[in-house]
């Protein structure tokens, strides 16, 4: 019996499979080098997602001149709110414009912050506790 035919038919599909596995292994390192772009392009959208909502709390508030209550204090204290990194209350607000710590200062500063609260530029997030409407 001749087993030549046989093998030149086995040769034929070792190298139609070896062609097939060389395609394949190609496909698979392009596929690899598109994966690890896209994995990075994730990880740098996840970190410019961090920055910009760490940063948010930082943009200082915008409101018009118009808007505020003929008074000097008002831009003073939302200069304050742009500056400060959590809620305030009206003795920290009085002690940052530099006004004496006393009752009556508090308290006509607590109005001023209880009318920017009306006028939707600060939010009371606590009995006394404001900071800046997001």
């Known amino acids: 019996m001749n087993i030549q ?5 086995l040769g034929i599909q070792e190298d139609a499979a070896r062609s ?3 395609d394949l292994r190609t496909q698979i ?6 994966l690890r772009e896209a994995e990075t392009h994730l990880e740098h ?5 961090k920055t910009v909502t760490t940063l948010a709390d930082r943009i200082p508030v915008q ?8 008074h000097p204090d008002y831009p003073r204290i ?12 009206a003795r920290d607000v009085c002690q940052a414009l530099d006004h004496e710590l006393l009752p ?10 209880k009318r920017l609260v009306k006028l ?7 009995a006394g506790s404001f900071t800046r409407k997001q």
């Open 5 to 9: 035919p046989l093998l030149d038919a």
């Open 45 to 49: 959208l996840a970190i410019t997602r």
């Open 78 to 89: 939302l200069t304050v709110f742009n500056e400060a990194t959590g809620p305030l209350r």
């Open 20 to 22: 097939l596995a060389d």
């Open 120 to 126: 939707d530029i600060l939010t009371e997030v606590d």
């Open 63 to 70: 409101v018009g001149s118009h808007d505020l209550p003929e």
């Open 104 to 113: 009556k200062n508090i308290e006509g500063t607590r109005a001023k912050l």
């Open 29 to 34: 390192d392009e596929l690899r080098d598109r």
